[in-house]
């Protein structure tokens, strides 16, 4: 071993103990890393960002958009409606949508049959409260299985084809994978529905601050306009359209005077209704009924604005004042639209409630009103949920776009980062999302995670270390039986692939494991199968894939959590994998 060889295993080693060790945050121990390498030559100074320039950068901040404008149309929470009520628990959740991602990947890019379920993902956890991180690694780590069944369901497949052509004049074909790829996915998924439980229970800061501050039900007040079509229709259809989750409480007619309405009450022009219920259960009813909130700006649709979620802080001026009395819409800006309080009813007009510390606001701002009324107002702002009360997004839009995308990708028409970034520019173009939102999905720690440690990882193969790896390897399996050769190249592979591109792992073993195969007198096909599954395996770090990559700031996993649930899963792929492999593609 040389010492840059020994230099460059070193760097990586202490990134990982960095990590591990998880005082630091992970992309400042990525940014040292770098400057480590830079600053012992191991990475010459004009290519310390050539990182940033990787395709892996542009895909997952493009995914993060694509994911976000889905979310944000409101067509996720139509999606999930029908069985909501069903996927209660993590293992529920699990067995649908890491099914889902796992099915859906062998036909497509996996990142991209994750991005479509993310967002589903995370309003299943916010609206059961059973905690994203216990489903988005299990949904991550199937995606990577899933793409393990089909030739064009993952990049490794499709370079072990190639090998496999070039030694023997025939590349594998679609389908060779799935006899193999998909044993193993049953196998893994079978495992997620338990293994979920070796995640964290707890994740301090992981959790949104909407969740945090959330209250079981906000109250608001809604008008019903003459074109509505539920003018004439009873109190129980309209509360049918949240499907039990918000109720009537309250008609005020003549102005002034509040009932208490029965389910077969039918709804007049005018009436001022009273709604009780969590968030996006309102924006159902107000979105499909036509109704328009009380304390909403009339030109609130046309400016499209946004609508925010805030908390009452112990010295703002609201306290112990009433919207009416501070004249929080004409002086301040700032449109009620409606209140929540935890553990109590709000029984009162919300122009006549006496705000206190801790009360959840949902408001907009007027038209040219600056954010830092907000601030002014002694309001906390709470990270922005996907709410579009009084304004409309078309739902077939964003799907129409992430469609389009997954055609492009299925046919090879345009490399995956361009695709992805395309779409991403079509959320923003179209409307759906708009700059400053698209900027906010995007999670800028990851990105400088991955851009950093991409040259930093090239080390060990620019010094040769991959080279090193690969004699140790050849000269230890000549002494052991046929099977046990094709675990070690499986394994090989799966310590390989989370420092180096899985391309990289299979341009490297896949010669040393048909080498191998030739010197044994073997056939080469199961060694190169060990490869493509191994390379395509990587659940031990965040970094090694995109699709583990792009979990991690939404579920706030940290390094150690992935080996956690990561190394089980791999003892269980490379055991069962070398049965399948073996049995499957006799040596």
Sequence with gaps: MTGEQALAFGLVGAVVALLVWDRLRYDVVALLALVAAVLSGLVPAEEAFTGFADEIVIIIGSALVVSAGIARS??????????AGLLSTPTRQIAFLAGSVGVLSALMKNIGALAIFLPVATQLARRHRTGSHKVLMPMAFASLMGGLMTLIGTSPNIIVSRVREEITGRPFAMFDYLPVGAGLMLAGWVFLLVGWRLLPKERQGTRPAEETFAVEDYVSEVYLPEGSPFVGRTVADLERLSEGEAQVTGLIRERFRRYTPAADWALQAEDVIVLRGDAPALQRIIRSAGLSPVGAPKDARSANLPVYEAV????????????RRVELGRRRGVNLLAIGRRGSEIAKRLQHFVFKEGDLLLFQLSPGTSTDAVADAGLLPLAERNLQIGRRRPAWLPVG???????VLAFQLLPVAVTFLAAALAMVVSGVLKPEEAEKAIEWPILILVGALIPVSATLQTTGGTDLIAGWLAGVSRDLPAVACVTLIMAAAMAV???LNNAATVLVMAPIGAGLARELGLNPDPFLMAVAVGAGSDFLTPVGHQCNTLVMAPG????ADYPRLGIPLSLLILTLGTFLIVTVWPL
């Excluded at 706030?556 to 390094?559: L, Q």
């Design 497 to 499: 692939t989370p420092f």
């Design 556 to 559: 706030g996993y940290r390094f």
């Design 312 to 323: 009452v802080l112990a010295d703002s001026p609201l306290v112990a004042q009433t919207a």
């Design 401 to 407: 776009i992430m469609a389009a995308a997954m055609l």
């Design 74 to 83: 409101g067509v996720v929470d139509t999606l999930v409606r029908p069985f």
